[in-house]
């Protein structure tokens, strides 16, 4: 069955520090796959994606985020987080057919000043 | 160009009555979908629509229809509300196959 797992559902970080959100999915073949990012009351906004290719894929807002097939894994970073990251961030994965996705249960992240 | 719009934003309704969430997208996209999102869970699909005419089932249909009245429209409906279906819906669509989903504002929903 296919499942997306954010094992952490909080995440504190102090402003200026590096940031790695864990994400890891079951499937039964290589997926598409994306992060999300949601700001209190508001739609979900694509961060990044990856679909081939190159591992290492860089979004917007100074993210980038690394496909390793070998564990399964999508791990969102960023180098030194900002206080208007602060929001919730969804992983998400999808066939390749693109009928049917699965998102993560989400990682709140607060930063601290 | 609006991208995809959601009404109504807010509903309280009782338990047993109905309600349709309407969501439309002007971009021109093939496929839209209806999640929930309740805390913790994330967020999870109800119905999709892969093209123009066609529906199919998601994660957690229960309780819900829905509707592809063209290109542009996709409608999802409650016929008798229960407290279980409280929860914030989104609407998204896609465009081609390569293409990520864009998402509505949501629709927070409370039955009571």
């Known amino acids: 069955a296919q499942s997306v797992t954010q094992p952490d559902i909080h995440i504190t970080v102090s402003e200026g520090a590096s940031l790695e959100l864990r994400c890891n999915y079951s499937?039964?073949?290589?997926?598409?796959l994306f992060w999300y990012v949601q700001s209190p009351g508001q739609g979900l906004q694509l961060l990044l994606k990856y679909f081939s290719g190159d591992t290492l894929v860089q979004g917007i807002k100074g993210f980038e985020a690394e496909f390793k097939r070998s564990q399964s894994s999508f791990n969102l970073r960023k180098p030194s987080v900002h206080w208007s990251d602060a929001a919730e961030y969804f992983c998400a994965v999808g066939p390749r057919d693109f009928n049917k996705f699965y998102f993560g249960s989400g990682t709140k992240l607060n930063v601290k000043p | 160009n609006a991208g995809v719009t959601q009404t109504p934003k807010f509903q309280v309704l009782k338990t047993g009555q109905s309600m349709t969430l309407q969501c439309a997208q002007d971009?021109?996209?093939?496929?839209m979908y209806w999640y929930r999102q309740d805390p913790g869970m994330g967020l999870r699909l109800i119905y999709y629509?892969?093209?123009?005419?066609?529906?199919d089932k998601g994660e957690v249909p229960n309780g819900y229809n829905v509707s592809r009245l063209n290109k542009r429209e996709f409608s999802l409906r409650l016929e008798s509300a229960a407290p279980s279906q409280t929860s914030v819906y989104f609407c998204?669509?896609?465009?081609?196959?390569?293409?990520?989903?864009?998402f509505g504002p949501g629709t927070r929903l409370t039955v009571t």
């Open positions: 998204a669509s896609r465009g081609l196959a390569g293409d990520e989903q864009y």
């Open positions: 971009m021109n996209h093939n496929s």
């Open positions: 499937y039964g073949a290589t997926p598409y």
């Open positions: 629509s892969a093209s123009e005419g066609t529906t």
